[in-house]
C-alpha cells in the first residue's frame, strides 16, 4: 500500500526546522513496520534562496532521531538522484520551499520521476510545506505571482494525488481566498485540500483516510469556489 503523509507546515518555524515530533511518530507508526533511516530532501530550502544553514538542518534532524530512535539523512537531490530504489527504501521527507523552482531542477534531470518511482514502490513519503504541495495535481504557492490581484499564484505539480493543495491556511490569511479565485476560473467540481500549519493528512492509496493534528486553533478544509468545507480531524497532544 502506498502511503503519504503531507504536513501542511511547520508551525511558522525557520526553514531548519522540522513539523512536531508526534506527527514524525504518527507518521513512522502509520507505515505498520520497521523503519531505520529517513531520507529528507532540502532542495526546495536550497532553491528558494533562503540561506538555509545546512549544519543547523543536519543537528535539527540528529536530534529528532535520537528521541524517535531512527536515522536521518539529509540529501540535496544531486546526492541521490542516481541511486537505486534500495539505497532509500526506508522512507523519504521532502522538505519546505520554493515549489516551482524544485520542480524545474528535478525535472531537468528526472528526478521527479525518481520520486515517483520510490513512491509508486511502497517508499512512504511525506513532506511540509513545498513537500506537502508538490504531489498534487496544482498548488498554491507564493513561488509563482497570483493572478487576478491575488497575492498567491498556482501552478501544476507533480499529479501524484488528484486535486489542489493549500499550505498555511491559518497562517498565510490570503491563501483559501486566493486559491478560490482561482478555482473559480477552474471546471466545476474543482477542489483543493488546505491544511493548517502543524497538520497531517493521511493518503493511503492516494485516497485521503485520515487527518490528525497538533494545532488545536483551524480546521483543515476541503475547499471548492464556493465553500469552505470542514474535514473531521483527530488532535494529537505535542
Same mark, same amino acid.
Given at each position: 500500500?502506498?502511503?503519504?503523509?503531507?504536513?501542511?507546515?511547520?508551525?511558522?518555524?525557520?526553514?531548519?526546522?522540522?513539523?512536531? %515530533?508526534?506527527?514524525?511518530?504518527?507518521?513512522? %507508526?502509520?507505515?505498520?513496520?520497521?523503519?531505520?533511516?529517513?531520507?529528507?530532501?532540502?532542495?526546495?530550502?536550497?532553491?528558494?534562496?533562503?540561506?538555509?544553514?545546512?549544519?543547523?538542518?543536519?543537528?535539527?534532524?540528529?536530534?529528532? #532521531?535520537?528521541?524517535? #530512535?531512527?536515522?536521518?539523512?539529509?540529501?540535496?537531490?544531486? *546526492?541521490?538522484?542516481?541511486? %537505486?530504489?534500495?539505497?532509500?527504501? &526506508?522512507?523519504?521527507?521532502?522538505?519546505?520551499?520554493?515549489?516551482?523552482?524544485?520542480?524545474?531542477?528535478?525535472?531537468?534531470?528526472?528526478?521527479?520521476?525518481?520520486?515517483?518511482?520510490?513512491?509508486?514502490?511502497?517508499?512512504?513519503?511525506?513532506?511540509?510545506?513545498?513537500?506537502?504541495?508538490?504531489?498534487?495535481?496544482?498548488?498554491?504557492?507564493?513561488?509563482? @505571482?497570483?493572478?487576478?490581484?491575488?497575492?498567491?499564484?498556482?501552478? @501544476?505539480?507533480?499529479?501524484?494525488?488528484?486535486? #489542489?493543495?493549500?499550505?498555511?491556511?491559518?497562517?498565510?490569511?490570503?491563501?483559501?481566498? &486566493?486559491? *478560490?479565485?482561482?478555482?473559480?476560473?477552474?471546471?466545476?467540481?474543482?477542489?483543493?485540500?488546505?491544511?493548517?500549519?502543524?497538520?497531517?493528512?493521511?493518503?493511503?492509496?492516494?485516497?485521503?483516510?485520515?487527518?490528525?493534528?497538533?494545532?488545536?486553533?483551524?480546521? @483543515?478544509?476541503?475547499?471548492?469556489?464556493? &465553500?469552505?468545507?470542514?474535514?473531521?480531524?483527530?488532535?494529537?497532544?505535542?
Amino acid at each position: 500500500m502506498r502511503l503519504f503523509c503531507p504536513v501542511g507546515g511547520t508551525g511558522g518555524g525557520p526553514t531548519s526546522a522540522h513539523f512536531p %515530533d508526534r506527527l514524525w511518530r504518527y507518521f513512522l %507508526d502509520s507505515i505498520g513496520r520497521s523503519i531505520g533511516r529517513v531520507v529528507v530532501i532540502a532542495t526546495p530550502s536550497k532553491l528558494a534562496g533562503i540561506k538555509i544553514s545546512m549544519p543547523e538542518l543536519i543537528k535539527n534532524y540528529a536530534e529528532l #532521531g535520537k528521541r524517535l #530512535g531512527v536515522s536521518f539523512v539529509v540529501a540535496e537531490e544531486e *546526492q541521490i538522484a542516481e541511486s %537505486d530504489i534500495e539505497e532509500c527504501s &526506508d522512507a523519504l521527507c521532502i522538505s519546505c520551499g520554493n515549489t516551482a523552482a524544485a520542480l524545474q531542477v528535478w525535472r531537468q534531470i528526472g528526478f521527479d520521476d525518481k520520486i515517483k518511482k520510490w513512491y509508486r514502490a511502497g517508499v512512504p513519503i511525506t513532506g511540509y510545506s513545498a513537500g506537502f504541495i508538490v504531489f498534487f495535481d496544482w498548488a498554491s504557492t507564493d513561488s509563482v @505571482p497570483g493572478p487576478f490581484g491575488c497575492t498567491y499564484g498556482i501552478m @501544476p505539480c507533480m499529479g501524484v494525488i488528484s486535486g #489542489g493543495a493549500v499550505p498555511h491556511m491559518d497562517t498565510q490569511t490570503m491563501r483559501i481566498h &486566493d486559491a *478560490q479565485v482561482a478555482m473559480s476560473k477552474m471546471p466545476a467540481g474543482t477542489k483543493a485540500l488546505a491544511l493548517p500549519e502543524d497538520c497531517m493528512a493521511i493518503f493511503r492509496d492516494e485516497e485521503l483516510r485520515e487527518v490528525v493534528s497538533c494545532n488545536r486553533l483551524e480546521s @483543515p478544509l476541503w475547499l471548492t469556489a464556493e &465553500d469552505e468545507i470542514k474535514i473531521s480531524c483527530r488532535f494529537l497532544d505535542v
